[in-house]
Nanobody
Framework: QVQLVESGGGSVQAGGSLGLSCAASGSISSINTMGWYRQAPGKQRELVAAITSGGNTNYVDSVKGRFTISRDNAKNTVYLQMNSLKPDDTAVYYC???????????????WGQGTQVTVSS
């Protein structure tokens, strides 16, 4: 089995910063793309940022210039640094990883449990 454990998040005032991290563990052969998604109340889950194993990144337009995604391949960990936070960034943030494992054939999407980020005005 593979587990993704998130840490970070919390509450901050608008303009503040928060950092998230997500560590993958278990029977991992390799991880392709890792990413962060978020889901606000009453809204669909959306991709916030993603990073390939080679370090290529992409961001949703609303966070470009404010959020930075990075990863440590040796630790199977992905990070999200969030600066200049806005109330619209309030959501539950989920970590995602495309994992190859001895436990299954091919690639599976694995998810973290989610962590709340609340930005007050």
């Amino acid at each position: 089995q593979v587990q993704l454990v998130e840490s970070g998040g919390g509450s901050v005032q608008a303009g503040g910063s928060l950092g998230l991290s997500c560590a993958a563990s278990g029977s991992i052969s390799s991880i392709n793309t890792m990413g962060w998604y978020r889901q606000a109340p009453g809204k669909q889950r959306e991709l916030v940022a993603a990073i390939t194993s080679g370090g290529n990144t992409n961001y949703v337009d609303s966070v470009k210039g404010r959020f930075t995604i990075s990863r440590d391949n040796a630790k199977n960990t992905v990070y999200l640094q969030m600066n200049s936070l806005k109330p619209d960034d309030t959501a539950v943030y989920y970590c995602n990883a495309e994992v190859r494992s001895l436990a299954w054939v091919g690639i599976n999407d694995c998810w973290g449990q989610g962590t709340q980020v609340t930005v007050s005005s």
